[in-house]
Nanobody, 123 residues
Framework: QVQLVESGGGLVQAGGSLTLSCAAS????????MGWFRQAPGKEREFVAR????????YYADSVKGRCTISRDNAKSTVYLQMNSLKPEDTAVYYC????????????????WGQGTQVTVSS
C-alpha cells in the first residue's frame, strides 16, 4: 500500500509554467510505475504521463508531449510533473498514481491514487 499526496497546483496564465509534486508514503524505489492523470470539468479522467520505477522510460499523452516532463527522485519518494507553455485546455484536477505494472499507461492499471491538485490556466 502506498499513499500519495500531490501539491504544486494553482492558477497560472496561459503560456506559464507549473511543477507538480507527488510525495509517496513509502520509497518509490519499490518498483512502482508512477503516472499523472488529469480530469477536466465534465470530462473523463485521462492519462498525462508516466515514468517507470528506475526512471528509464517515460511516456506522454500527445496533448502534452513536448510541453511536460515527468521525473522522479526515488531517494525523496517524490515524482514531479513540470508543465510549460500551459494552455487553458490544461485546466483540470491532476492526479498522481502508482502502479505495480511496469510501464502502465491505463487508468485501471493504477491501484493507488492521490487526492488531486487543481491546475487552472487562464487565457
Amino acid at each position: 500500500q502506498v499513499q500519495l499526496v500531490e501539491s504544486g497546483g494553482g492558477l497560472v496564465q496561459a503560456g506559464g509554467s507549473l511543477t507538480l509534486s507527488c510525495a509517496a508514503s513509502r520509497r518509490t524505489s519499490s518498483r512502482y510505475t508512477m503516472g499523472w492523470f488529469r480530469q477536466a470539468p465534465g470530462k473523463e479522467r485521462e492519462f498525462v504521463a508516466r515514468i517507470t520505477w528506475n526512471g528509464g522510460r517515460t511516456y506522454y499523452a500527445d496533448s502534452v508531449k513536448g510541453r511536460c516532463t515527468i521525473s522522479r527522485d526515488n531517494a525523496k519518494s517524490t515524482v514531479y510533473l513540470q508543465m510549460n507553455s500551459l494552455k487553458p485546455e490544461d485546466t483540470a484536477v491532476y492526479y498522481c498514481a502508482a502502479a505495480h505494472l511496469f510501464g502502465a499507461t491505463i487508468e485501471y492499471e493504477y491501484p493507488y491514487w492521490g487526492q488531486g491538485t487543481q491546475v487552472t490556466v487562464s487565457s
